[in-house]
């Protein structure tokens, strides 16, 4: 069972005996990739399948993911380290997410980025399949998105039979290559990916993005949509995010509450 130790910091024992690594990631990072797989999950984000991760932070060339497993599950043991390349450190045996490669790639690609997000949110998935409609930024809290999120077309590097997962470091990279010009990418039939400069920075996107995915397809019943501009984006991102503390701080108040007892606890 994941108890409230779970979301305690782990001693140098602890981490030493969970093997993360020759150069030690910090018990906090491990605390708060815990929580936000939780937090992703309690907001409607991912469910059984889609994960977060974050840069190691003592080793650029190193990312942390939980091993392969439902992340509102997800325990400070869970993670593993592993290599751009989407090698392994310290799996033990352990099953690993198929689509660790688009991890590794985007890290690879975007020094800057430390954390990120893919999920198969319910409101977004239908913007990557429907053509002449892209998810725009409608409102402020997701200014990051923009005057239209780009969409990766596996087809383009897969071929026609592919199912549709990232599975191969080429299929990473070619995503990756989507990240040049957005913090966020739909992937056709699939879902999205997203990017941040921190674990808080990220959830806060995935789940803004839903909500204004959601929004875009209620508005698009309506009549005709008014988006964001390119400077409102911008503004949006430099003010809004800025308080992005605040829906954190609530997040993982919920999050503690409901992982921690015996409703959410996970049996050995």
């Known amino acids: 069972m994941c108890t409230s130790a779970g979301y305690s910091q782990p001693t140098a024992v602890d981490v030493a005996d969970s093997a993360l690594a020759s150069v030690a990631t910090s018990a906090q990072l491990i605390e708060t990739l815990v929580l936000a797989n939780h937090i992703l999950f309690d907001q409607g984000v991912v469910d059984a399948f889609g994960h977060v991760s974050a840069r190691h932070d003592k080793r650029a060339d190193r990312f942390l993911l939980a091993r392969n497993m439902a992340p509102g599950r997800v325990c400070a043991e869970d993670i593993v380290e592993f290599t751009l390349d989407g090698d392994a450190i310290d799996a033990g045996g352990r099953k690993v997410y198929l689509e660790r490669f688009i991890h590794g790639e985007i ?13 198969h949110s319910h409101a977004i998935v239908p913007l990557s399949v429907v053509g002449g409609m892209r998810l725009k930024a409608l409102f402020h809290m997701a200014g990051f998105v923009g005057q239209g999120a780009p969409v990766f077309e596996i087809r383009e590097t897969g071929g026609e039979a ?15 290559e989507k990240f040049d010009a957005s ?3 739909l992937m056709r039939g699939h879902g999205s990916t997203v990017v941040g400069g921190s674990l808080q920075q ?9 909500i204004n995915a959601r929004y875009q397809l209620e508005a698009s019943r309506l009549g005709e949509v008014v988006y964001l501009t390119e400077g409102e984006s911008r503004a949006a991102v430099r003010n809004v995010e800025g308080q992005m503390q605040r829906p954190w701080d609530l997040w993982v ?11 959410h606890g996970r049996q050995a």
Not at 162 to 176: K, N, V, Y
Request: no cysteine; glycine share 4%.
């Open 253 to 263: 108040e919920q999050a503690k509450a409901r992982h921690t007892g015996n409703k």
């Open 183 to 185: 913090d966020i990418v």
């Open 202 to 210: 990220v959830v806060y996107r995935a789940v803004y993005a839903e």
């Open 107 to 119: 890290y690879r690609r975007r020094p800057d980025v430390q954390a990120i997000v893919h999920s």
């Open 162 to 176: 592919t199912d549709l997962l990232i599975s191969s470091s080429r299929l990473g990279s070619a995503l990756a």
